[in-house]
């Protein structure tokens, strides 16, 4: 989890096999009389994880023995989205991902074996959101609309970022259809902007903040404009798996369930844990918008994602979503 911003953004990259390098999480060692499983009696999982402040509650929750307690120990392997992810889930290479919902919408649609087993976090219906699409200063870009033939970057192209930048550019009385999406790593963002590769960037903190910061400016949250409360992150693994060790997707639901509830209430190991994962200082980490954090599924969130999916030919066709999503 120790590692710098830097190699946080190369991992990431590198990580599209998912089978190399990966970010050891162990969590520390419990006390005597804990009744957490001895580290020898521990069952190891790979869990895939966008380098991102989100994954701050499953950093802490590895931190404060959590997982351990439920006989698991986390080895976090970065990912650049939940859609990357999914080849090593079907290879066995990782048994979890944390991802967009959207990825596992297209993999039921090829019917790959995916599910989501439940929530991880959700944007906030109100205030400042988790994520925006932001742009330098001396852009000129101020509204939804302006970004209609602009080079608008995301972290992975067809997913929830770019369907709902342009489902508010056209709402603002925009044309989406000319805008050209590009995939940057977030962690690439800022450096983009300012070398002119781009003209505005979707990205989360802290990203967001770092262009925010040097004077840049926030356009649109598109999931408040869109889907306000939207499922943002979700917990992914195989049916194989399901079928196959039942007992383990319940020990990594109960653990995550735990987990997500402790980094709700406890935004302050939250914040502790971004600052070690991410490299930053804790000051720094406390400016984040953290998102509600929770395993219970918001289904009518990601139904609708799916209808403006449709709606703008991401898709051909609705999931099944009785076999997509499978809370445990």
């Known amino acids: 989890m120790k590692k710098s911003l830097a190699a946080l953004g190369l991992l990431a990259v590198a990580a599209l096999a998912l089978s190399g390098c990966t970010d050891s999480a162990a969590p520390a060692p419990a006390p005597e009389d804990s009744g957490a499983a001895p580290t020898d009696e521990l069952t190891t999982i790979r869990v895939a994880a966008l380098p991102i402040a989100e994954t701050g509650a499953l950093w802490a929750a590895i931190d404060e023995g959590i997982f351990a307690d439920h006989g698991l120990e986390v080895e976090v392997v ?38 989501i087993i439940g929530d991880y976090a959700n944007s906030l219906a109100d205030g400042d959101d988790v994520n925006a699409v932001v742009a330098l200063g001396t852009s000129g870009l101020a509204t ?16 929830a970022g770019d369907l709902t930048i342009r489902a508010a ?8 259809s000319t ?32 262009v925010l910061g ?40 109960e653990a995550m369930t735990e987990a997500l509830a402790f980094a709700d209430s406890d935004s302050e190991a939250v914040y502790a844990a971004i600052a070690t994962g991410l490299d ?31 709606k703008y030919e991401y898709i051909e066709q609705l999931p099944d979503f009785d076999r997509l999503i499978q809370q445990h």
């Open 214 to 253: 040097g004077g840049g400016v926030s356009i649109v949250a598109p999931y408040q404009a869109t889907i306000p409360g939207l499922s943002v992150l979700t917990n992914i693994t195989t049916q194989d798996l399901i079928d196959n060790d039942p007992d383990l997707v319940a020990a990594y639901s």
């Open 280 to 310: 930053i200082p804790v000051e720094a980490a406390k400016g984040i918008t953290l998102p509600k954090f929770t395993f219970e599924m918001d289904v009518d969130s990601i139904k609708t994602l799916a209808d403006l999916a449709l």
């Open 169 to 176: 550019v056209d709402a603002d009385g925009g044309d989406s």
């Open 144 to 159: 939804p609309k302006d970004l209609s033939g602009k080079k608008v970057s995301v972290n992975s192209l067809g997913a």
């Open 179 to 210: 805008i050209e999406f590009v995939e940057v790593p977030f962690p690439d963002v800022k450096a983009q902007l300012e070398a002119g590769t781009i003209d505005a960037a979707w990205a989360p903190d802290p990203f967001r903040a770092m």
């Open 78 to 115: 970065p990912a650049q989205g939940g859609a990357q992810a999914i080849p090593a889930l079907l290879s066995g290479d990782i048994q979890f991902a944390i991802g967009q919902p959207f990825g596992p919408i297209r993999a039921d649609l090829q019917n790959l074996g995916i599910a």
